[in-house]
């Protein structure tokens, strides 16, 4: 069970709603990864504008959480602003802080998400911020207060995959809340590995609408949650410098 503030879940993918070359692909795609948390970003929904399709109409929303994101918000008043607009709507009163640098490299302004998780913890908002691999950061955050650290693998959208490894099982081991690594996965490989690492949860987006049959891929990523938090709960065996005979030796024949 993924346990985020009061909400627990079955699954451990969180899936993006952005980009999918169409709604029926969208609604297949979101069905057979099997996630149960949504995310969307509250200033890129026509809530200006109900005639305009929308992609959260096409769901059971019964089935799925939605985790509003603070997308397109360079400050911590921004983000803030875009939070309190979302729980006014009535979507819910998850969200991922999201706070953006530079549209350049797409990385997790440090100083802003932290102010903006600290106000919206105050506000009683179950908060998800989105952060860069940075164990430090991932502290401070959680003595703030946050529900879930989201530490990025690679750049958003980049489908680098884990650069850091050793950061992100840091961020882990020494977690009180949920970690959920996010964004910039690219393989279903990718997101192994994160889970082997211990991660909680994966969030992806690009990896699925992006491939070339986004269905496909929603099902191997999917799998690969499940597969990869097995892996991590069985245990994996040691790394050795050396071979060790696979099969028992004693009681053979010596030539
Ligand atoms: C949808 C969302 O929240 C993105 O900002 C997220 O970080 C996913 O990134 P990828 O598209 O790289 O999976």
């Given at each position: 069970?993924?346990?985020?503030?009061?909400?627990?879940?079955?699954?451990?993918?969180?899936?993006?709603?952005?980009?999918?070359?169409?709604?029926?692909?969208?609604?297949?795609?979101?069905?057979?990864?099997?996630?149960?948390?949504?995310?969307?970003a509250v200033r890129r929904m026509n809530i200006y504008d109900p005639a305009q399709p929308n992609f959260l109409e096409q769901l059971d929303l019964s089935r799925f959480?939605?985790?509003?994101?603070?997308?397109?918000?360079?400050?911590?008043?921004?983000a803030v602003r875009i939070a309190r607009l979302s729980k006014a709507s009535g979507l819910c009163d998850m969200i991922k802080v999201e706070v953006i640098a530079d549209?350049?490299?797409?990385?997790?302004?440090?100083?802003?998400?932290?102010?903006?998780?600290?106000?919206?913890?105050?506000?009683?908002?179950?908060?998800?911020?989105?952060?860069?691999?940075?164990?430090?950061?991932?502290?401070?955050?959680?003595?703030?207060?946050?529900?879930?650290?989201?530490?990025?693998?690679?750049?958003?959208?980049?489908?680098?995959?884990?650069?850091?490894?050793?950061?992100?099982?840091?961020?882990?081991?020494?977690?009180?809340?949920?970690?959920?690594?996010?964004?910039?996965?690219?393989?279903?490989?990718?997101?192994?590995?994160?889970?082997?690492?211990?991660?909680?949860?994966?969030?992806?987006?690009?990896?699925?609408?992006?491939?070339?049959?986004?269905?496909?891929?929603?099902?191997?990523?999917?799998?690969?949650?499940?597969?990869?938090?097995?892996?991590?709960?069985?245990?994996?065996?040691?790394?050795?410098?050396?071979?060790?005979?696979?099969?028992?030796?004693?009681?053979?024949?010596?030539?």
């Amino acid at each position: 069970m993924l346990q985020i503030g009061p909400y627990s879940f079955t699954s451990r993918l969180l899936l993006g709603t952005g980009k999918f070359p169409d709604f029926a692909t969208q609604r297949q795609a979101v069905e057979v990864s099997e996630t149960e948390i949504l995310t969307f970003a509250v200033r890129r929904m026509n809530i200006y504008d109900p005639a305009q399709p929308n992609f959260l109409e096409q769901l059971d929303l019964s089935r799925f959480k939605l985790l509003p994101n603070t997308a397109g918000a360079s400050t911590a008043e921004e983000a803030v602003r875009i939070a309190r607009l979302s729980k006014a709507s009535g979507l819910c009163d998850m969200i991922k802080v999201e706070v953006i640098a530079d549209s350049k490299t797409l990385l997790p302004d440090p100083i802003e998400t932290l102010k903006a998780t600290e106000q919206l913890v105050q506000e009683g908002f179950i908060v998800l911020p989105y952060t860069n691999d940075d164990p430090v950061l991932a502290r401070k955050l959680q003595e703030a207060g946050a529900h879930a650290v989201m530490p990025g693998a690679s750049p958003i959208g980049s489908g680098q995959g884990i650069l850091n490894p050793l950061n992100i099982s840091i961020i882990i081991e020494e977690a009180r809340v949920p970690i959920i690594v996010d964004a910039g996965i690219g393989t279903p490989s990718d997101v192994a590995i994160a889970m082997e690492l211990g991660a909680d949860g994966v969030l992806l987006n690009t990896a699925v609408s992006g491939a070339s049959d986004p269905i496909k891929m929603a099902e191997a990523m999917g799998l690969a949650v499940k597969a990869g938090r097995l892996g991590f709960e069985a245990g994996r065996i040691p790394k050795k410098r050396y071979a060790q005979a696979s099969s028992p030796v004693e009681g053979m024949v010596q030539s």
